[in-house]
């Protein structure tokens, strides 16, 4: 896929200047850091002092990047023992949401900003696409009428946010009635049926899907029009995530609706 074309074109860069990639997912490093430390060790001389169980620093050399996607996902103790086994080795982290829960808390494996790219560059570069926000102003109703009411005129490609899997059912059954071409995407749908239905939405067969946590990390939908938020989120970083998916730019699309019924 397209990511994965991104990946294997950067890592083509990067060895072009003399670097050894090794790229570890992020569900390897928290499942079996162990396993990952091991990799790395197989491709750095071993330095003395450090015993056969692997305690002590994997290298000290200083020859050494780690770079780290999705930063934020770094607060955890086997991230740290990660970078505790490379004492002194330069880390650049990369993330659009550099925020934990507890905002006086930092990231604690980064302790300097490089670079704050914003929305108004954002803007500028021609990265994302102005923004409208709709909300709900109509007599007090429940959750699903609002959304269906606020969107009643939406054209384009786009999202409905639900609470659970059997939420999304329920309320992609409720627009199917309404004369709305609906479907839902989630972790209990097969992934070659989320392909079809994704395909099926951006070729204008479907007008909406109704999904539970699509839009976070490694999805990209730049051709999405509009999102309505019918799922109320807690989370900062959850909701920049979700909200940053549709603002992306795209050949055409000239903005991006929020649907605010909340």
């Not at 000290?60 to 086997?78: M, P």
């Not at 302790?111 to 909300?135: E, F, H, K, S």
Request: glycine letters at 10%; aromatic letters at 6%.
């Amino acid at each position: 896929d397209d990511m994965k074309l991104h990946d294997e074109k950067r890592d083509a860069y990067l060895r072009g200047l003399g670097y050894t990639v090794l790229r570890f997912p992020n569900a390897k490093i928290l499942g079996d850091p162990e396993a990952v430390l091991r990799h790395i060790a197989d491709h750095l001389p071993s330095p003395s002092g450090r015993g056969g169980r692997g305690e002590g620093p994997l290298s000290l050399r200083r020859n050494i990047v780690v770079i780290a996607d999705e930063a934020h996902r770094t607060e955890c103790d086997r991230m740290k023992a990660v970078a505790d086994a490379l004492p002194g080795v330069p880390r650049i982290g990369f993330t659009a949401t550099p925020w934990r829960a507890d905002e006086a808390h930092r990231l604690q494996l980064w302790d300097v900003l490089l670079c704050d790219y914003g929305p108004g560059a954002a803007m500028r570069d021609g990265v994302v696409v102005p923004t409208r926000i709709v909300q709900w102003t109509g007599e007090e109703s429940g959750m699903d009428d609002a959304c269906l009411a606020m969107t009643a005129g939406a054209t384009g490609p786009g999202l409905f946010s639900a609470a659970s899997i059997r939420d999304a059912e329920a309320f992609a059954e409720l627009l199917r009635e309404k004369g709305r071409r609906a479907a839902t995407i989630h972790c209990k749908v097969p992934r070659a049926l989320q392909a079809a239905r994704i395909a099926a939405l951006q070729a204008g067969d479907l007008d909406a899907l109704v999904h539970v946590s699509m839009l976070a990390e490694g999805v990209d939908f730049p051709w999405l029009k509009w999102f309505c938020a019918r799922r109320r989120v807690g989370s900062r970083v959850r909701f920049a995530q979700e909200i940053g998916r549709v603002l992306r730019a795209y050949p055409g699309k000239t903005e991006a609706v929020i649907y605010d019924p909340n």
